[in-house]
Structures are given as structure tokens and as C-alpha cells.
């Protein structure tokens, strides 16, 4: 049995990223991988400007302003954000209204905010130094022309789309998102909505791979319950390889109707790798055939939890093209004793919270393949390696960040 490392390993070297670039619009940019690297054809902001709304003044005017001995500077004009302010200069003795935004004219080098300063009939009165460049925003502070604005390969969150329509790209060019089909196996499976009879268990794999396959960037496509019939399972399987990956839960493990491997090798698929020293999750499979693959996630829900998160989750961040793949891991100390048998890693669920100053991390309670439950409390996964056996309270152990509902 190979490790999960060696797992990853082989499945990230299997896949070759879709290279197929569309185009989306800026509000339907979230989420998607860039596909070429974008430099700022301008400084932005493009010219120097008012942090502040104010006046521009020369800073060397205000050297010996006091309570007792204002500045007093005549203010000679008014500067709105989105005019220009190219013949208006400033002089010693002068100063003009401007507004945040507004273009820093001519002489000026400073702003003074407006609850800072008295304006009386025209005049303006400055108490205390202003030092040159305070509340002025340089022309490409936030970029230079020229530079890097963003990698081609960078996952597209709000700042950067920000970025994007910053720098004049409305129309950008992303990696076509990784076609996912995804079916449930199974003759104990019945759909939500279905009739309850009690030996039967409602379907929430096929909806928890669906969701994941969202989040993660791929185009999900749901294929149904196939039972657990060797005919009608390859029938199925072999419809769904005009899609890019190829998702299954259960159906993998020692059971005598867990046809999915025989089934893949009837289908030509090279399986690659097949039940991994990890818990929950451990009969995993992964497969290929020419560019296509198949992922047969086991059939317990926090299992497949798991087995996406480590393995088909980077695959499809891989597939379109994202060039940052794994989750942040950080340390924190051990709310309790973990303990467990050497030989697997283990990823218990679990929640971390900061106490005076240190992080600490409990597992969410009972620990079953089966109990989802477990997998809604946590906001993280605690990483027993494959050669520890025990983790005592208050050692230090690792944790894998997964989500945070509270943000
Ligand atoms: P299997 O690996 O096919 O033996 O499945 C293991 C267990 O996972 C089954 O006994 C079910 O309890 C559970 N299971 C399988 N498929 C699903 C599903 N689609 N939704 C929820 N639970 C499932
Ligand atoms: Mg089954």
C-alpha cells in the first residue's frame, strides 16, 4: 500500500493541465485560473494624487505654523476628483481646495485634510507643520507600469479581479474549467426526495462531490445512482468519457459487489494507484486513460470527504492550470491526548481556537467514516503521521486549514 504523499505524487504527474484559454467577463472571473501573465500597461493610479479631501499647499509654507502663529495661505481654486488640474500652480503663500482622488497640481507637495485647517473668507489657517508628501498618493504606488500585475496561473479571487479591471482587462483570458462527471454506487442509495424504506440511505456523496467540484473550480455534471451490477456500472462508466475526470463513490473496497476496479480495467483504465495508508479514506483509487481520469472515491461520506480534499481537489487545480495547489498547514498544540496504531496517516477532524495567545486544536468528538457530522464541525484536519502512535496534550501537531464558516 503507497503512501498519501505517493499518491499525490503519481497524480499530479499523471495530469497534463487543460491548455485550452477562454475568455469570461469580469464578473465571471471568481474562482478561475488566469491563463496568461498580465503586466500593467500604466501606472496606477496614474498620476499623483489626494489621499485626502483638503488642500494642496506647499509643505514649506507651514515650517513655523503654531496655535499662536498660524500659516495663513490665500486659496485660490477648487480641484474635484475626475478633473484635471494641469494650469493650476500652486505658490508659496497659496493654496487650493481639492478632493480625494483629485490630481496633486503644480507646486503643491502636501495635503492638508479639512479637519485640520480653518478656511475663513478665502483664507486658509494652518496651526501645525505639514510635512512634504503627507496624505499624497503617488502615481503607481499600487502598480508600475510595465511590471507583473499577475502570474498566469493565479486563482481569481476578488482583489484580483480588482486588480484586473484596474489595469483595463475585461475580458480575461482563463483556462477552460475541468469537466467533472460524477456518479453514485450502490443498491442501498436512494435520492433525497425518494420514498424512505428503512434498509435504504439517502444519496449525500453525490452532492458533497458536486459542491467540491464547484469550490474548486471544476464544471460538475451529475450521472445518477448506478446499482451495484457489473454490466450496468461499465455501461455507465464507459458513457462519461467525454469528460475530463471521472468521479465515483463506493464501490472500491473488499466487498463482494465492489466491482469498480474489475470494472476499469474492462474499461481500459490503468489503475495507478488503489487503497492508500491514510484514515479515513484508505481504499481510494485513481486511475487514467490516455488524458481522462478516474477517481473511485470510497463510499463512506467523510471518507470521500478526505480522499477529494487530498487527491481530487490538487488534481483539479492541477488540470486548470493553477499554479498554487496545497492548503496551508500550520501547527498548533494538542487540546487532548490523540492517540492511534502505527502505519497510516491519520486526519482527524478538528476544530482549532486561540487561547492566550496559542493555538489549540480539539477533535470534533466521534471519529467514524461515517459520521459527517464530524466533518461540518471542524474547521481543520489534524495530521497524525504514518509513524506516530500518539500525540500527547499540549505537544505540538499539524494542522490542515479547510474551511472557516465564521469569515
Ligand atoms: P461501499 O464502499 O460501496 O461499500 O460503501 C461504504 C458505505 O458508504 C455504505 O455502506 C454506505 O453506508 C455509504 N455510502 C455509499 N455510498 C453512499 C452515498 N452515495 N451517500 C451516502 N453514503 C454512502
Ligand atoms: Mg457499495
Redesign the pocket.
Given at each position: 500500500m503507497m503512501r498519501v504523499d505517493e499518491a499525490i505524487e503519481i497524480i499530479l504527474n499523471t495530469i497534463n493541465p487543460i491548455a485550452e484559454i477562454q475568455f469570461v467577463d469580469l464578473f465571471n472571473g471568481g474562482g478561475r485560473i488566469l491563463a496568461e501573465d498580465v503586466y500593467s500597461p500604466f501606472d496606477v493610479p496614474p498620476l499623483n494624487n489626494s489621499a485626502m479631501d483638503g488642500y494642496a499647499i506647499i509643505s514649506s509654507d507651514t515650517k513655523s505654523a503654531s496655535e499662536d502663529n498660524p500659516c495663513c495661505l490665500k486659496i485660490i481654486n477648487e480641484i474635484r476628483a475626475g478633473e484635471k488640474s494641469e494650469g493650476v500652480i500652486i505658490q508659496p503663500g497659496f493654496a487650493t481646495t481639492i478632493m480625494t482622488g483629485a490630481p496633486l497640481p503644480e507646486g503643491a507637495d502636501c495635503i492638508v485634510p479639512f479637519e485640520d485647517a480653518q478656511e475663513e473668507k478665502g483664507i486658509l489657517k494652518i496651526k501645525k507643520p505639514i510635512k512634504p508628501f503627507d496624505n499624497v498618493r503617488f502615481a503607481g504606488e499600487d502598480i508600475k507600469k510595465g511590471t507583473l500585475v499577475l502570474p498566469k496561473g493565479t486563482r481569481l479571487d476578488s482583489a484580483e479581479i480588482g486588480l484586473l479591471a484596474s489595469v483595463n482587462i475585461h475580458k480575461i483570458p482563463v483556462f477552460r474549467k475541468p469537466k467533472v462527471a460524477i456518479i453514485?454506487?450502490?443498491d442501498?442509495?436512494i435520492e433525497p426526495g425518494e420514498t424512505k424504506e428503512t434498509h435504504k440511505?439517502?444519496?449525500?456523496?453525490?452532492y458533497v462531490i458536486y459542491n467540491e467540484v464547484l469550490k474548486y473550480g471544476g464544471e460538475p455534471h451529475y450521472f445518477g445512482i448506478v446499482a451495484d451490477d457489473r454490466e450496468n456500472t461499465l455501461n455507465k462508466i464507459s458513457q462519461l468519457f467525454d469528460h475530463d475526470i471521472i468521479i465515483s463513490?463506493?464501490?472500491?473496497?473488499m466487498?463482494r459487489y465492489?466491482f469498480i476496479p474489475e470494472i476499469l480495467s474492462q474499461a481500459n483504465v490503468e489503475i495507478k494507484v488503489h487503497k492508500v495508508l491514510m484514515k479515513p479514506g484508505k481504499?481510494v483509487l485513481f486511475g487514467a486513460s490516455e488524458n481522462k481520469i478516474y477517481f473511485g472515491l470510497?463510499?463512506?461520506?467523510v471518507s470521500v470527504m478526505i480522499s477529494f480534499l487530498k487527491f481530487v481537489r490538487p488534481a483539479i487545480l492541477k488540470l486548470s492550470g493553477a499554479a498554487r495547489i496545497s492548503k496551508p498547514v500550520i501547527t498548533a498544540k494538542a487540546g487532548e491526548n490523540f492517540t492511534k496504531k502505527e502505519g497510516r496517516r491519520f486526519f482527524l477532524r478538528g476544530i482549532y481556537s486561540e487561547k492566550n495567545g496559542e493555538l489549540y486544536v480539539n477533535s470534533t468528538g466521534a471519529q467514524g467514516s461515517?459520521i459527517l457530522t464530524s466533518m461540518s464541525r471542524a474547521n481543520c484536519l489534524i495530521i497524525l503521521p504514518e509513524d506516530c502512535e500518539r500525540i500527547n496534550k499540549d505537544e505540538k501537531v499539524q494542522i490542515e486549514l479547510i474551511h472557516h464558516r465564521e469569515i
Amino acid at each position: 500500500m503507497m503512501r498519501v504523499d505517493e499518491a499525490i505524487e503519481i497524480i499530479l504527474n499523471t495530469i497534463n493541465p487543460i491548455a485550452e484559454i477562454q475568455f469570461v467577463d469580469l464578473f465571471n472571473g471568481g474562482g478561475r485560473i488566469l491563463a496568461e501573465d498580465v503586466y500593467s500597461p500604466f501606472d496606477v493610479p496614474p498620476l499623483n494624487n489626494s489621499a485626502m479631501d483638503g488642500y494642496a499647499i506647499i509643505s514649506s509654507d507651514t515650517k513655523s505654523a503654531s496655535e499662536d502663529n498660524p500659516c495663513c495661505l490665500k486659496i485660490i481654486n477648487e480641484i474635484r476628483a475626475g478633473e484635471k488640474s494641469e494650469g493650476v500652480i500652486i505658490q508659496p503663500g497659496f493654496a487650493t481646495t481639492i478632493m480625494t482622488g483629485a490630481p496633486l497640481p503644480e507646486g503643491a507637495d502636501c495635503i492638508v485634510p479639512f479637519e485640520d485647517a480653518q478656511e475663513e473668507k478665502g483664507i486658509l489657517k494652518i496651526k501645525k507643520p505639514i510635512k512634504p508628501f503627507d496624505n499624497v498618493r503617488f502615481a503607481g504606488e499600487d502598480i508600475k507600469k510595465g511590471t507583473l500585475v499577475l502570474p498566469k496561473g493565479t486563482r481569481l479571487d476578488s482583489a484580483e479581479i480588482g486588480l484586473l479591471a484596474s489595469v483595463n482587462i475585461h475580458k480575461i483570458p482563463v483556462f477552460r474549467k475541468p469537466k467533472v462527471a460524477i456518479i453514485s454506487t450502490g443498491d442501498e442509495i436512494i435520492e433525497p426526495g425518494e420514498t424512505k424504506e428503512t434498509h435504504k440511505i439517502y444519496n449525500s456523496n453525490a452532492y458533497v462531490i458536486y459542491n467540491e467540484v464547484l469550490k474548486y473550480g471544476g464544471e460538475p455534471h451529475y450521472f445518477g445512482i448506478v446499482a451495484d451490477d457489473r454490466e450496468n456500472t461499465l455501461n455507465k462508466i464507459s458513457q462519461l468519457f467525454d469528460h475530463d475526470i471521472i468521479i465515483s463513490s463506493g464501490g472500491v473496497s473488499m466487498g463482494r459487489y465492489d466491482f469498480i476496479p474489475e470494472i476499469l480495467s474492462q474499461a481500459n483504465v490503468e489503475i495507478k494507484v488503489h487503497k492508500v495508508l491514510m484514515k479515513p479514506g484508505k481504499p481510494v483509487l485513481f486511475g487514467a486513460s490516455e488524458n481522462k481520469i478516474y477517481f473511485g472515491l470510497p463510499g463512506n461520506p467523510v471518507s470521500v470527504m478526505i480522499s477529494f480534499l487530498k487527491f481530487v481537489r490538487p488534481a483539479i487545480l492541477k488540470l486548470s492550470g493553477a499554479a498554487r495547489i496545497s492548503k496551508p498547514v500550520i501547527t498548533a498544540k494538542a487540546g487532548e491526548n490523540f492517540t492511534k496504531k502505527e502505519g497510516r496517516r491519520f486526519f482527524l477532524r478538528g476544530i482549532y481556537s486561540e487561547k492566550n495567545g496559542e493555538l489549540y486544536v480539539n477533535s470534533t468528538g466521534a471519529q467514524g467514516s461515517g459520521i459527517l457530522t464530524s466533518m461540518s464541525r471542524a474547521n481543520c484536519l489534524i495530521i497524525l503521521p504514518e509513524d506516530c502512535e500518539r500525540i500527547n496534550k499540549d505537544e505540538k501537531v499539524q494542522i490542515e486549514l479547510i474551511h472557516h464558516r465564521e469569515i
